[in-house]
């Protein structure tokens, strides 16, 4: 596992406070992590913080998984 | 409004919830109460060097076993950051309410029937206060999306009907110091009037932070002569005093319809008889010098009782220990009493909570209903020379047995908002 998705992944279980185990790449965070849209936009917050990227609202609305989080950090932190 | 014929329905007390300076649970809270033991201490969460006051009365933090407040006994640790330090001590004492009463229901019509009115005086201001920060530092952005959810007032009534599925009137009052009153006395009242059978209602406050304490100061309410010496600090009528101490927490009360509360075989801690309101029309912060608005509250009270002066044994005051304010409601106290003053007793238990701001009149419910149901006066600790002489005992340092059947509460606050609401044995 990447050292993103390795991140990504502890953010999420501690932000939504679910079990690691559930944190699957093709978790979503609304149907299978038990977040609403408040809890996503601060996990977009959250992840913006601790890769220093920035996370544009329209990038944001289409990060629904964790696997959409991870290749959208890798994908900016390569650019 | 009201069809013909519709006539006002009795309410009563089913549940009491409590989380306070002296610590959490209506019993045990009352115990340490009539024992003359203080919840004031030294201020502990954050640096107090250029503030003048420097004691506060805090809730003190440790399990629920010990009497203590640990917010993940009652909150999911991932739902806590989505309220304030208000909300979670409210969310607390209802739950604390709720489970004393009993009422849980899981039918939809008895959830529709029952609902949730708690208030605060300020709200989330210590979530305001560290926000504030993110602005001040040019980072707007990182504002979290749980910032003005976690702040309302109303969100404390709208966690509380979350978590238990109340879909009946969800509302708040926000008057500032009498928020505990007006609170508990606008649910009774939706009750009286049908539009619920079940009201959980009271007041939450947690403005102990830089923000609450230095604005507080800088409007000169606050005790400053007692920072060596906490316990001393609330002296209601003492000639020492010097302003209030701030405390918090939250007071929660169950209301229920009384013939639903027969029904259903619920413990009936005392009926909520009486509830009068005024406003002094006078000034910002300082009560009307003639004790007018309080008087009128009191004697409003009084008449939606239809109890006489006389019927009142005790008198759970106001009595925040500010120079202007304590002998203005003793005044007014005096005023409407009469004669009957010399057999009434009066006590300020801010002397040993502090001045819990919108939840002051929600826990002093719960001590008015504690004194009925133990026939106990609860002390004004710190009285050692009352400022001037009064016929009406004010219970100064020891708590007293009398036989106790009515009690009038009193809160006022800040824009001159006054309300009182009396309390009868069933």
Redesign the interface.
Known sequence: MSEVADKVKKIVVEHLGVEESKVTETASFIDDLGADSLDTVELVMAFEEAFGVEIPDDAAEKIGTVKDAIDFIEKQKAA | MFAQGFAPRRVVVTGMGIVSPLGVGADHVWGRLVAGESGISAIQGFDVKDLPAKVAGQVPAGSRADNRFDPSEYI???EQK?MDRFIQLAYAAAVEAVQDSGWEPEDEPSRERTGVMIGSGIGGLETIQETAKLVAEGRT??I???FI?ASLVNLASGHVSIRYGFKGPNHSAVTACATGVHAIGDAARLIALDDADVMVAGGAEAAICELGIGGFCAARALSTAFNDTPAKASRPWDKDRDGFVMGEGSGVLVLEEYEHAKARGAKIYAEVVGYGMSGDAYHITSPSETGDGAFRSMRNALRSAGVAPSEVQYVNAHGTSTQVGDNIELSAVERLWAEAGNKLAMSSTKSATGHLLGAAGAIEAIFSIQAIRTNTAPPTLNLEEPSRETVIDLVAKEAQSRKIDVVLSNSFGFGGTNASVVFKRV
């Open positions: 999911p640790v991932k989505k952005r990182r979290s999306p749980f959810p």
